[in-house]
């Protein structure tokens, strides 16, 4: 199930279910994402292998969508991933997974999709943004049964909720058990590891 979950966490945060609930897509910015992470899962999942296509959206340097129909999968992403046709971002919910694994593939699916991996004054941090608090805090859940401590956070100025991943041991531990599933945010993550590895101040 993996390649599905792991899907599904990408369409819950950076796709959109069509309201005639036969077609889904995903956009993104990121080529590569789409080329070596979502196109792959895809094929895995359904035997397609869509073609990204760029969306120029008038204001930034455009993105890039990936559009699939499938009836099948997405009336599962509807029923066992709880995932919403049209707006999204409220009324979504924590999938029906049973194991931890399948719920981690879900949550690094989000996170490749909507997470980032930044620094705060040399140290790294990791953190998912959403209006939805009720997801995460299920993310905060999962964390804390892979022995991760995170945080929730209100940003009024965005009126958004953050779940930060920001002491350095907990950032290790997220490094040792859960791989991002985008090369670039992965990279980041093993780049700011490596500088605190050769850090005497971080040691």
């Not at 956009?27 to 789409?34: A, G, T």
Request: net charge positive.
């Amino acid at each position: 199930m993996t390649e599905l979950d792991l899907l599904a966490g990408i369409v819950a945060s950076d796709g959109h279910i069509y309201k005639n609930k036969l077609t889904f897509c995903i956009i993104n910015k990121d080529l590569e994402f789409l080329e070596k992470i979502v196109i792959p899962s895809i094929k895995s999942v359904l035997g397609k292998c869509p073609e990204p296509k760029f969306v120029n959206s008038g204001f930034s340097d455009g993105k890039y969508k990936v559009v699939v129909s499938s009836v099948k999968l997405v009336k599962r992403f509807n029923e066992e991933f709880k995932i919403p046709a049209g707006a999204k971002s409220l009324s979504i919910k924590p999938p029906r997974l049973l194991n931890n694994k399948r719920k981690i593939e879900y949550m690094s699916g989000w996170i490749a999709g909507d997470g980032s991996v930044t620094h705060d004054r040399g140290r790294p941090k990791i953190e998912i943004w959403s209006n939805n608090l009720g997801i995460l805090e299920w993310f905060k859940d999962i964390l804390f049964e892979c022995s991760i401590e995170s945080r929730l956070f209100f940003e009024r100025n965005k009126k958004r909720h953050i779940l930060r991943i920001g002491k350095k041991d907990d950032v290790v531990v997220f490094y040792k058990k859960i791989k991002i599933p985008h090369p670039r945010k992965q990279e980041k993550l093993n780049n700011y590891i490596k500088d605190m590895a050769q850090d005497p101040y971080e040691a």
